[in-house]
């Protein structure tokens, strides 16, 4: 039996342990700072929906019973209604439909079927155990507890401890791995309202994902949920909070009235009151030189390359790489010295892609907005007659297709740079 230690019970972790402990020669221990998700109310504060789509579906898939678990407390969405302040929203269909699941809903299934499926000589969660420390020579964890700090030996260790992951800072600070931290230019707030309106006179999609361009770097993306409500993110560059001289919840009300009539009769006053007092949060992006020290330490998931929402495909990618790590391991008979440089070798070049299509699909220029709507709509009927004029445009290859990020990235390098140069010039 080989023992690994896990540090973050997110989405990557939790796959991970799955996908290892499946292989039958392994045991598994994961330290979460977070309390057990079992036996706490879930906070409204920090909660948004992920959009898994096939490459996280196709990870998820690798380890039986998990996507039935799942469908039971997500949404299918077959595509993106568009809003626009009058008419009717432009619809653009995906030929694959995404799953839509709250992270933390994620995350507790991930949990109960991992506690489910196996002895606990096999796997062991601790909760509210924050890692501190990690000496790498002596090859322990320092793990922060209520009562106590105490040291966890490892011999091989996996960090999936997010974006702002405490071994990947220690390993940095050694000069272990070079990697870059960036926020993005926008920060995000959550906003949950019923799907249909108090009167039930409207009722909005609960099949699509729905969006709204407000203004200049100002999005809303709204997401259907199990229990008829919509759950979504309110995003905005962090000098430009359209939202801060509004001080009461009225004030709130009559902002998306103005702004987002359409969505205005689903909000009620203690919606727009809670949301007013939801706090802002960053996004933190990182991107590492390798995913791997040595054969001891993997890093996966947002530890090792988390990026911007805005293609939503973190989650994808972050579960992806469990799966990948297993077709690695079965390469190498679960020789860790070896599997973890190859997973370094065939993983890096994708992740480093991804960074790349995830900072420049969606563009911010209004004209180059229009043309991508335009692109998803109209163009895309009119594609087979006009293939060359009409070539997909990297959202749709990435939502439709299994192909590997760095594919997308070279079929994509066209409408990357215009995107790119649009933002800089
Ligand atoms: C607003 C928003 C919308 C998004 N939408 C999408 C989407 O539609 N599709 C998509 O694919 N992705 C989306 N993402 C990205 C997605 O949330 C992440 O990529 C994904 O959660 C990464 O999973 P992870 O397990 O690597 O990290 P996390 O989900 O961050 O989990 C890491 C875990 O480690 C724990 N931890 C952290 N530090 C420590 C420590 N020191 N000790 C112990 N435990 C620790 C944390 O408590 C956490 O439970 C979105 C992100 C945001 C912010």
Not at 86 to 91: D, L, M, S
Not at 198 to 210: A, M, Q, S
Not at 283 to 303: E, P, W
């Amino acid at each position: 039996m080989q023992k690994i230690i896990i540090v973050g019970a997110g989405p990557a972790g939790l796959l991970l342990a799955h996908y290892l402990l499946s292989r039958g020669n392994y045991q598994v221990e994961i330290y979460e700072r977070r309390p057990d998700p079992r036996s706490v109310e879930q906070s409204t504060q920090r909660i948004f929906p992920l959009a898994l789509q096939t490459r996280g579906m196709q990870a998820i898939r690798g380890i039986p019973k998990l996507e039935e678990a799942l469908t039971k407390e997500g949404i299918w969405a077959q595509g993106v209604f568009i809003h626009r302040k009058k008419g009717e929203p432009r619809k653009v269909k995906r030929k694959n439909p995404s799953l839509v699941i709250d992270r933390n809903r994620l995350t507790l299934i991930l949990l109960q079927e991992l506690l489910d499926s196996y002895d606990s000589n096999l796997v062991r969660v601790k909760f509210d155990c924050n890692c501190v420390g990690v000496n790498q020579a002596d090859q322990t964890l320092t793990i922060q507890s209520a009562e106590e700090n105490f040291l966890v030996s490892f011999e091989n260790l996996v960090a999936a401890d997010g974006s702002r992951s405490q071994v990947r800072e220690v390993l940095a600070s050694q000069g272990n791995l070079h990697c870059q931290q960036e926020f993005i230019p926008d920060v995000y707030k959550s906003l949950f309202v019923s799907r249909v309106s108090p009167d039930k006179t409207i009722e909005f999609g609960g099949n699509v994902l729905h969006t709204w361009t407000i203004a200049r770097g100002i999005r809303l993306v709204m997401v259907p949920q199990p229990d008829n409500c919509l759950h979504g993110t309110f995003i905005f560059p962090p000098d430009k909070n359209p939202l801060e001289n509004l001080t009461t919840g009225e004030a709130i009300l009559d902002y998306f009235a103005e702004k987002i009539p359409s969505l205005r009769p689903l909000m009620t006053l203690e919606d727009a009151e809670a949301f007013r007092q939801r706090p802002v949060s960053k996004i933190l992006t990182v991107k590492c030189d390798r995913l791997n020290v040595g054969g001891q330490i993997l890093l996966i998931g947002d530890a090792a390359h988390a990026v911007s929402p805005s293609i939503g495909q973190g989650c994808n990618a972050s579960l992806q790489d469990a799966m990948i790590f297993a077709q690695v391991l079965d390469q190498y008979q679960d020789d860790w010295e070896k599997a973890l440089p190859a997973f370094t070798s065939q993983r890096l070049e994708d992740v480093h892609a991804l960074r790349d299509l995830s900072d420049y699909t969606v563009p911010r220029s209004k004209w180059m907005i229009l043309e991508m709507i335009f692109h998803l709509t109209l163009g895309k009927r009119l594609r087979p007659w006009f293939p060359q004029i009409f070539r997909p445009l990297p959202m749709e290859l990435i939502m439709e297709e299994a192909t590997p990020y760095s594919e997308v990235l070279k079929q994509s390098q066209k409408w990357i740079s215009r995107v790119r140069n649009s933002m800089t010039s």
